[in-house]
């Protein structure tokens, strides 16, 4: 099995920063794309930004030029570097690993538990 586990969440005030990172452990072949993701009360589920295995990244359109996301493919841990933060990044973040448990086997989506991020003066 594969295990997700986020940390780095908390309340910060409007214009602060916060980090998040997420690793990936248990028993597997191969991590491959990681990616944050964000749901707010009442919304959808919706991409916040994602990196492949070689560190390519996609970014959603509202935080571009404020996140950051990075991997060290080592640890199997992503990190996402949140700055400038608005009221409207307030949202439970979720982590997504990308793994194969065994060579030559199926892509998996593995989910972490999620951290609660709250941006509030």
């Known amino acids: 099995q594969v295990q997700v586990v986020e940390s780095g969440g908390g309340l910060v005030q409007p214009g602060g920063s916060l980090r998040l990172s997420c690793a990936a452990s248990g028993s597997f072949f191969r991590i491959y794309d990681m990616g944050w993701y964000r749901q707010a009360p009442g919304k959808q589920r919706e991409l916040v930004a994602g990196i492949s295995r070689d560190g390519s990244t996609d970014y959603a359109d509202a935080v571009k030029g404020r996140f950051t996301i990075a991997r060290d493919n080592a640890k199997n841990t992503v990190y996402l570097e949140m700055n400038s933060l608005k009221p409207e990044d307030t949202a439970v973040y979720y982590c997504?690993?990308?793994?194969?448990?065994?060579?030559?086997?199926?892509?998996?989506?593995?989910w972490g538990q999620g951290t609660q991020v709250t941006v509030s003066s």
């Open positions: 997504k690993a990308v793994a194969s448990r065994y060579i030559g086997t199926s892509q998996t989506d593995y």
